[in-house]
């Protein structure tokens, strides 16, 4: 949904820079058209010859450069908005990405000057996220709450709005809003993978099709730049078995966002059900680390401990695991025998 509000605002930014007569430019046209289709790549090749065909034209550099930032090519993407802005001048729109990018690159300061300095007639509608995003980055949890509860009475039914938002309470000690955030964000993120086109259309090609098939229909939500986007993706080819396939978007995930539970826990928990556990052992300590009493992080780090034979390590985690939930049997029996094992020597 908002890859299609970027695609309508990216057409009439580009109508308000200059208008074109039909048809001048093929190229263009079926980049847009592309782009429109979420068939980033093989925009990207017709935007690349609009810009050589039409390199004084804006609106060319403008859409490669978004195109490129889908992509994931972010610096040839602000090499493309800063060319617009030569040719162009300032605008909204090219401000608006290029603090996006300063975002992604960690410039967090550059990130919130441009980005604040559109906030009173954004472009887009998640500006005010952004900016919150980039003064939670920095360290600054009350500005970024300011941000954030701002954001979200723009976009209330944005899980990423809640999901920040939840962290940035938890961070300032104010755990009863962090716990009604949270819960506002696994409500709206259940129902986004219950109503949103591309998450239905992966997860029935998962259920359906053949894995090289069901992939090519999932990756279209594959979006290099979106941590919770790409932490959805992962959990979707992890609920369907697709184990290898969900690596790729959770690493992305974790890089992108360091702070993520959700995208720690679902990287360890997949390598965990891949046998691979001793790749399985540094995400799930990053989630439990992030949220100490989450239950299914905390067994999963005790199972991976043990199947590594660090029966040392395991114990005490599997100790907190059962204080947590006291009732789960197999936790217990294992528990048992590592405090049995530990009184022989």
Request: net charge neutral; proline share 5%; glycine share 6%.
């Given at each position: 949904?908002?890859?299609?509000?970027?695609?309508?605002?990216?057409?009439?930014?580009g109508i308000a820079l200059r208008a074109q007569p039909a048809g001048e430019d093929a190229h263009l046209s079926r980049g847009s058209q592309l782009m429109?289709?979420?068939?980033?790549?093989?925009?990207?090749?017709?935007?690349?010859?609009?810009?050589?065909?039409?390199?004084?034209?804006?609106?060319?550099?403008?859409?490669?450069?978004?195109?490129?930032?889908?992509?994931?090519?972010?610096?040839?993407?602000?090499?493309?908005?800063?060319?617009?802005?030569?040719?162009?001048?300032?605008?909204?729109?090219?401000?608006?990405?290029?603090?996006?990018?300063?975002?992604?690159?960690?410039?967090?300061?550059?990130?919130?000057?441009?980005?604040?300095?559109?906030?009173?007639?954004?472009?887009?509608?998640?500006?005010?996220?952004?900016?919150?995003?980039?003064?939670?980055?920095?360290?600054?949890?009350?500005?970024?709450?300011?941000?954030?509860?701002?954001?979200?009475?723009?976009?209330?039914?944005?899980?990423?709005?809640?999901?920040?938002?939840?962290?940035?309470?938890?961070?300032?000690?104010?755990?009863?809003?962090?716990?009604?955030?949270?819960?506002?964000?696994?409500?709206?993120?259940?129902?986004?993978?219950?109503?949103?086109?591309?998450?239905?259309?992966?997860?029935?090609?998962?259920?359906?099709?053949?894995?090289?098939?069901?992939?090519?229909?999932?990756?279209?939500?594959?979006?290099?730049?979106?941590?919770?986007?790409?932490?959805?993706?992962?959990?979707?080819?992890?609920?369907?078995?697709?184990?290898?396939?969900?690596?790729?978007?959770?690493?992305?995930?974790?890089?992108?966002?360091?702070?993520?539970?959700?995208?720690?826990?679902?990287?360890?928990?997949?390598?965990?059900?891949?046998?691979?556990?001793?790749?399985?052992?540094?995400?799930?300590?990053?989630?439990?680390?992030?949220?100490?009493?989450?239950?299914?992080?905390?067994?999963?780090?005790?199972?991976?401990?043990?199947?590594?034979?660090?029966d040392e390590a395991a114990l005490p985690v599997l100790e907190h695991a059962h204080q947590l939930n006291p009732s789960d049997a197999q936790t217990n029996?294992?528990?048992?025998?590592?405090?049995?094992?530990?009184?022989?020597?």
């Amino acid at each position: 949904m908002k890859r299609i509000v970027m695609i309508l605002l990216l057409i009439g930014f580009g109508i308000a820079l200059r208008a074109q007569p039909a048809g001048e430019d093929a190229h263009l046209s079926r980049g847009s058209q592309l782009m429109q289709q979420q068939m980033y790549e093989q925009a990207a090749t017709e935007l690349q010859q609009a810009v050589t065909l039409q390199p004084t034209d804006p609106r060319a550099h403008f859409q490669y450069a978004v195109c490129l930032l889908s992509l994931g090519r972010n610096d040839e993407a602000r090499a493309q908005f800063e060319q617009v802005r030569k040719l162009a001048g300032d605008s909204r729109y090219v401000t608006y990405y290029l603090g996006r990018l300063d975002l992604l690159s960690n410039d967090y300061a550059s990130a919130i000057k441009r980005l604040s300095s559109v906030a009173e007639r954004p472009p887009f509608p998640d500006t005010p996220f952004y900016v919150g995003v980039a003064y939670l980055s920095s360290g600054d949890a009350s500005k970024g709450i300011l941000w954030l509860e701002r954001a979200a009475k723009v976009l209330p039914n944005d899980y990423r709005v809640h999901y920040r938002l939840a962290r940035a309470y938890s961070i300032g000690g104010r755990q009863q809003d962090a716990d009604r955030e949270y819960s506002l964000y696994n409500e709206l993120l259940n129902r986004h993978k219950s109503t949103e086109t591309e998450v239905r259309d992966c997860s029935d090609a998962l259920r359906t099709k053949p894995a090289a098939d069901a992939h090519q229909v999932c990756q279209r939500m594959f979006d290099p730049n979106d941590p919770e986007n790409l932490t959805l993706l992962g959990q979707l080819y992890g609920e369907a078995g697709a184990f290898e396939s969900a690596l790729e978007p959770l690493k992305r995930a974790v890089q992108l966002d360091p702070k993520s539970y959700e995208a720690w826990h679902n990287l360890g928990l997949t390598y965990f059900r891949l046998q691979r556990y001793k790749e399985a052992r540094d995400p799930l300590q990053k989630a439990v680390a992030l949220r100490p009493n989450a239950y299914g992080s905390v067994v999963m780090l005790g199972a991976t401990l043990y199947m590594l034979g660090d029966d040392e390590a395991a114990l005490p985690v599997l100790e907190h695991a059962h204080q947590l939930n006291p009732s789960d049997a197999q936790t217990n029996q294992v528990l048992e025998k590592l405090r049995s094992e530990r009184a022989k020597k």
